[in-house]
């Protein structure tokens, strides 16, 4: 979490540094993005398209090894809970918000709205990592990104971390990644033969050390692991 938020202050500029050097030579993008429109009609046109992005973003970290060497730092712990939701590696929240919210900086999206997503996306995040007991009717998790929902995407299990990568779980549902926690459970979540070391330094260093190492195994990712799962499961049948 120190590692996220110490950061945070060089990602922003960086990020804005970038928007403002795209947005002074794409001039097509200036004047965009409808605020004509009432705030809320606004809101409701930003939340799935940020949360598109959003979702390949995710998608990808979990099907390309080098990037979910960044990412295993959010999956390495074995319980979840408030303070998990932040717990992510500084190149990870970097890319964060490079992809998913330069676009809409670029489209001049209102300060105000952008505000009010981050607010949501703060509540969300901290709803999906908590560890009480939310008794949410089943329906509501093909909305709304629950603890229940968000668990399975935590699991030890390969084929279940493969699930849920939407902050909008709809988004799941349309493209074919989403598992209902009422079909399935998490039993335990983390990370088989957890790879992350501990102490701080070291896992801020963790993912660097392995891209830029010839010798070193890279850390396979969910979707890898599933598919050498399978490939086993088919060598010893």
Sequence with gaps: IVNNHAMKPIEVWVTFS???????????????????????????????????????????????????????????????HLLKAGRIHFGEDFANFLIQVS???LLAAPTPLLIWLGTWNVFEGNLAHSNVAQRFPSWLHYFVLTSDL??????????????????????????????????????????????VPPGFFAQLLFPFRLVHSETAATTESPIQEEATDRASVVKAG
């Design 18 to 80: 970038f928007v403002a050097f795209v947005g002074a030579h794409w001039h097509a993008a200036k004047g965009a993005w409808p605020v004509n429109l009432p705030m809320p009609v606004q809101f409701l046109i930003l939340l799935p398209s940020f949360n598109l992005v959003g979702y390949f973003y995710h998608r990808s970290l979990h099907r390309f090894n080098r990037l979910f060497q960044f990412h295993a730092i959010h999956h390495d712990t074995r319980q979840l």
């Design 150 to 195: 968000h668990r399975l995407h935590h699991s030890e299990l390969p084929e279940l971390q493969n699930s849920n990568f939407g902050a909008l779980p709809i988004c799941d549902v349309i493209f074919g990644t989403y598992k209902s926690p009422s079909k399935y459970t998490a039993t335990t979540t983390g990370l088989r033969g957890n790879p």
């Design 103 to 105: 676009p809409f900086l």
